[in-house]
């Protein structure tokens, strides 16, 4: 619950802090009003650290120059056509916005920017009552004309004007409701969420670019399940990751499997569990989850109803890997988080057949070949994958893949088995074989390879004797 007087308190604290009393004492005497805004005013009430201070003023861009620039070691003014300007000020970089009062034409996301003169009219034009909450640092006093500090109390996501007139002005706004649910853990308020129901087509006006920084930014958050859960229930996810609600498979009477939808979402909030349970302290690793949450997409193009109630689902793997690449290109994710992602998913169900018997060492190396860099997300998203209620069953598959982990690390300290190679190099094949470079070099290289795959080193004498004798039995 949250304790106001302690919040209150925080906020006092920071707006004594040495930067914030040193810019307030400079605006104050200059005859303008400061306010740090937003976030930072939101998190210190919720007791949670305060990062990036984000300042807003009367006064205008010319004014905070010339008001900042005795206090600061350097200036910046490529924001000025926006009314910010930023200054390092006691070794910390900020920037100070004029109020500001847009307005938005609906079909762009572009704001014809306007100054505001009012620090009410500037936090009424925000995304949610709670971010549109200020501490007003040149008399310290929090300022909240819509209601945040209720809404925070109450941990519900609302609009400081007519959601419909919000999300109208700025599309984006429906996918931080969901981000915010996610990072915050608050429910979004019933009209608001019957906004996002009715305009989520307007997303459409919204770049590719921007829909999957607000995604990827969900993804990092600390319950990305509840924002997924937000972006499918209010549909919002239909406009630009359909795969989503497409999980949610129709079950009959007389053909019975697992809620895909639900699966899935387990399966991402174990995989969390398990990253931050094996790198505790690293950064939220977006490739992963959102493997994690797409892994099953190709479910419902490849379900076959067979005779006797039974549901299959041949290839999904394949499929899906297939489709999350072509849709994670269409959002425009980088090339690196599409490849891996994609592979994830393609290799997700590997471990299971070894689960059913004791895999040889060739076939050890191969799962580690095949997975490469993606080996350690590989580990947790197959772990992640086991959901059932069976516990009996569940231990033997924990059990299972820890073998399967035990004897990679053997195998490694073994023989190397990141840097897996042929006992003989390109080079030496040529010469072995008499051959110039070409395809036939190629061909050689990979029968050794399978060679070192199956059967671990073998010895430059024998692996020669080896190639002679595949090479004499070649066309």
Do not use: C
Not at 210 to 230: C, F, H, I, N, Y
Not at 276 to 281: A, C, I
Not at 414 to 434: F, H, K, M, S, T
């Amino acid at each position: 619950m949250l304790n106001m007087a302690a919040g209150l308190a925080r906020l006092g604290d920071l707006a004594q802090s040495p930067i914030v009393a040193t810019l307030a004492r400079a605006f104050a005497d200059a005859g303008h009003d400061l306010a740090i805004v937003g976030g930072p005013v939101r998190d210190a009430l919720l007791g949670r650290s305060t990062h990036d201070l984000d300042f807003t003023t009367d006064a205008r861009p010319d004014d905070i120059l010339r008001i900042i620039t005795p206090i600061s070691t350097a200036q910046w003014d490529i924001g000025r056509a926006f009314g910010t300007i930023g200054a390092r000020v006691q070794g910390e970089q900020v920037e100070i916005t004029t109020y500001r009062a847009d307005s938005y034409d609906g079909t762009t996301r572009k704001p014809a920017v306007e100054f505001g003169d009012t620090l009410e009219g500037d936090l009424t034009r925000r995304d949610f009552t709670v971010n549109a909450m200020a501490l007003k640092v040149t008399e310290v006093a929090l300022v909240d004309p819509t209601g945040g500090v209720e809404d925070l109390v109450a941990g519900t996501l609302r609009t400081p004007i007519d959601p419909r007139v919000s999300f109208g002005d700025d599309p984006l706004r429906m996918l931080r409701a969901a981000r915010f649910s996610a990072q915050l853990g608050f429910d979004v308020e019933e009209q608001t969420r019957a906004a996002i129901e009715d305009l989520r087509g307007t997303l459409e006006i919204v770049s590719a670019e921007r829909v999957q920084a607000e995604l990827s930014r969900t993804m990092r958050e600390k319950d990305p399940v509840r924002g997924v859960r937000t972006m499918v229930e209010t549909g919002l996810s239909d406009e630009f990751l359909p795969e989503l609600s497409g999980l949610k498979l129709e079950v009959d009477e007389h053909h019975h499997h697992k809620d895909v939808y639900e699966h899935s979402l387990t399966v991402l909030q174990q995989a969390i569990d398990l990253e931050q349970g094996r790198f505790p302290g690293s950064e939220p690793d977006v490739a992963l989850r959102l493997a994690a949450l797409l892994h099953d997409i190709g479910k419902p193009r490849t379900r076959k109803l067979e005779a006797g109630g039974a549901v299959t689902f041949h290839h999904h793997d394949i499929v899906g890997s297939r489709m999350a690449k072509k849709r994670l290109q269409k959002l425009k994710y980088d090339t690196a988080t599409i490849t891996s992602v994609a592979k994830l998913i393609e290799l997700h169900l590997r471990f299971f057949g070894y689960a059913e018997g004791a895999w040889s060492d060739s076939a050890v190396r191969r799962y580690v070949r095949d997975a490469g860099d993606e080996l350690d997300r590989l580990h947790i998203l197959t772990r992640a994958d086991v959901t059932t209620r069976n516990q009996r069953k569940a231990r033997r598959l924990s059990t299972a893949y820890d073998d399967i982990e035990n004897r990679i690390v053997q195998l490694r300290e073994q023989e190397e088995i990141d840097a897996i190679r042929p006992d003989l190099d390109g080079n030496r094949i040529q010469e072995i074989l008499e051959i110039p470079p070409g395809p036939a070099v190629g061909k050689a290289y990979r029968f050794l390879l399978e060679l070192r795959l199956d059967e671990g080193p073998l010895g430059e004498d024998e692996a020669e004797a080896r190639l002679r004798a595949w090479w004499a039995e070649q066309d």
